[in-house]
């Protein structure tokens, strides 16, 4: 069974930063596709970061480019999202989400994933 819980998130204040951890289990899979996903209040889910097993990186939310980071362990059994220079409109659920994939470079943001976290709250103020 696969299990991805977050962790991490918080309130913070304009500018600050957090970082969110994701514990993944039941998922050994050498093709994949990692990545965060956000929901804010009102707005549809979109997608933040994604990583596949090639290690390759993609940031697709234009508003955090340049502050979000999307790493994993080497154990590859913890996806992180470092998130610096935090704005209100970061405000958001924010959601893990793991699927396998048929190669090791797969472009993750067109993917439907299939495994997913319950989410963690980050709240940015003003």
């Known amino acids: 069974q696969v299990l991805l819980v977050e962790s991490g998130g918080g309130s913070v204040q304009a500018g600050g930063s957090l970082r969110l951890s994701c514990a993944i289990s039941g998922f050994s899979y050498s093709h994949f596709c990692m990545g965060w996903f956000r929901q804010a209040p009102g707005k549809e889910r979109e997608g933040v970061a994604h990583l596949n097993g090639g290690g390759v990186a993609t940031v697709t939310a234009d508003s955090v480019k340049g502050r979000f980071t999307i790493s994993q362990d080497n154990a590859k059994s913890t996806l992180y999202l470092q998130m610096n220079s935090l704005k209100p409109e970061d405000t958001a659920v924010y959601y893990c989400?793991?699927?396998?994939?048929?190669?090791?470079?797969?472009?993750?943001?067109?993917?439907?994933?299939?495994?997913w976290g319950r989410g963690t709250q980050v709240t940015v103020s003003s």
């Open positions: 989400a793991a699927a396998r994939a048929p190669s090791i470079y797969p472009t993750c943001e067109l993917y439907a994933y299939e495994h």
